[in-house]
C-alpha cells in the first residue's frame, strides 16, 4: 500500500508528532511506502482566498467553488494545493493525525479540507459520496483529546467524541474515501517545562504508540463506519420513504 | 445592548456580508450598539504557532495552553487576539455569520476559536460551561450552505443540521455562553458572473434579509438551547447516574 499521513501539530516533540513516526515506522517496517503531509512544517497557508488563484474565471466576484473548478481544469491551482491532491491521488490510505482543539481539528487542518477538496476536481455535483473521485481508498483519524475519554462518553459533559467526529467523517466520506473508526487517544497532557511533567508524558505515550501500532498492522482488513450512498436516497437527497434504515429508530 | 458581529467570508459582496449588514443595521436600527470583527478584511491569522508569542514560558518545547496561560497573565498576548478578546468583553450579544464549508466554519473562523478563546483567561478547568467567564452573554450562529435544506434534515445526505452545528455550539458554551439557535439559510449560491446568477441571488437575498432581521428584533426574548452543567455531572464530568434526562432515551 501506499499511505499518505497528514499530520498536524505546531510542536515537533508532541505527543502527535510521536504517533505520527510511529505509525510512519510500523507501516514502512510492514513492507508499505508513506509520505508524510506535515502540514505546520510545510508552512501550509489554510485560508481559502482570492489571492491563491492567479487567472480568476471571475474578477469581479470572488467564489471559491468557482475558481477552484476553473483552475483546476485549467491546470493552475496553487502548488502546495496541486502538491496535497498528487498525494491524495497516490495514497491508497489516508491518515489524519491531528488533536482535537476546540472540538474539532485545527485551523490548519480545517483549511487544508477547505483548499485542497477542490469542487470541480475532488468532488462535483454527479461525483461525490459513493461515487466521489477518491472511492476505493480508506481514510483515518488518529486523535488526541486534553480531557479524559470518560467525558467524551455519550453522556459526558466533553461531548460524544462520535458526535464531534461526525463532521470531519463526512467530508472525508464526501470525496469518496472509505471511513475507518478513528484511533482516539484521550487524556495527553502537554509535554516540556519540568521533568516530572514528561515522565507522566512519556509513560502514556509508550503505552498509546503500543495501542496504535498493534492496530495500525490490521488495518486492511478492517471494516469501515457504514453511510448511506446514491442508492439509498430519494431525489431530494434524503433517505427514502421505506428505507429499512428508517426503521431502526 | 452591545453586539460584536463577527464575519467570515473573503468576498465584500456576498450573501454572507448582506447577511451581516442586514445584522448590523437592524440592531442599530433598533438602537443597539454593534461591533464587527471582519475576519477576512482584517486578514486574521488563524493559525495557532510558536511565532506568536513573543516571550515564551518554555522555548524548548511549544504547547499553545502553556503560552496562552502565561501570555494573558503577562498582558502579552498578540494584538490581534488581545482586541478579539476586547471585543468580547463588551458584547452582549456576539453573532457568528459564516458560510458551512466542509461540515464546519471556515478555517479562518476555526482559528478565531483556536487562538482567541485562550486558556487561563476565557476559560480554565474550574472556569467553563455554565462558570464560564463569558457566562450571561449571548451567542447565535448566522450560517449559510450550499445545499437545500432537506438535505440537511435528520435523514438527509448533507447531514442533520444538529449534529453539524454540535461542535461549534460545544465550544460557544464552554467559555459560559448562551447559545440560541442558529439562524439557518439553505440553498445559497455564489453570485457573480451572469446576470442571471445575479437575478435569483437578490430575489433569494432579499427573502432571507428579511426573515433574519424579523428574527433579530425578538432575539433578546429567546430561550437558549440547553446545555447540562456543574451540577449535572458527577465528578468524573459525566451525567449523573440518577439524573432525570438519562430516562428521557
Chains 1, 2 share one sequence.
Request: aromatic letters at 12%; hydrophobic letters at 35%.
Amino acid at each position: 500500500m501506499h499511505i499518505l499521513i497528514v499530520h498536524c501539530h505546531p510542536e515537533p516533540r508532541s505527543f502527535n508528532a510521536a504517533l505520527k513516526d510511529v505509525a510512519s515506522e510500523t507501516l514502512e517496517g510492514d513492507g508499505h511506502r508513506v509520505e508524510v503531509s506535515d502540514l505546520y512544517a510545510q508552512n501550509f497557508d489554510p485560508v481559502e482566498r482570492p489571492e491563491h488563484f492567479a487567472s480568476r474565471a471571475d474578477a469581479a466576484y470572488f467564489s471559491a467553488l468557482t475558481e477552484q473548478r476553473h483552475h483546476y481544469r485549467r491546470d493552475e491551482l496553487a502548488t502546495d494545493v496541486r502538491r496535497e491532491i498528487e498525494r491524495l491521488e497516490r495514497a491508497d490510505l489516508v491518515i489524519l493525525q491531528f488533536p482535537l482543539w476546540w472540538h474539532g481539528p485545527p485551523a490548519m487542518l480545517k483549511g487544508w479540507f477547505d483548499r485542497v477538496f477542490v469542487y470541480g476536481g475532488l468532488y462535483s455535483g454527479q461525483r461525490r459520496f459513493d461515487r466521489g473521485p477518491l472511492r476505493g481508498r480508506r481514510a483515518i483519524c488518529s486523535v488526541t483529546t486534553g480531557a479524559p475519554g470518560t467525558t467524551f462518553s455519550t453522556w459526558g459533559r466533553s461531548g460524544d467524541i462520535t458526535a464531534l467526529m461526525w463532521p470531519i467523517h463526512c467530508s472525508l466520506y464526501y470525496v469518496g474515501f472509505e471511513v475507518l473508526a478513528p484511533q482516539l487517544t484521550y487524556g495527553v497532557q502537554g509535554g516540556g517545562l519540568s521533568y516530572q511533567v514528561d515522565a507522566v508524558f512519556r509513560r502514556q505515550l509508550e503505552a498509546d504508540k503500543q495501542r496504535w501500532s498493534g492496530r495500525l498492522e490490521g488495518l486492511a482488513n478492517e471494516a469501515p463506519i457504514p453511510f448511506t450512498g446514491w442508492q439509498d436516497w430519494d431525489d431530494d437527497g434524503v433517505l427514502s420513504q421505506t428505507h429499512p434504515l428508517r426503521w431502526r429508530v
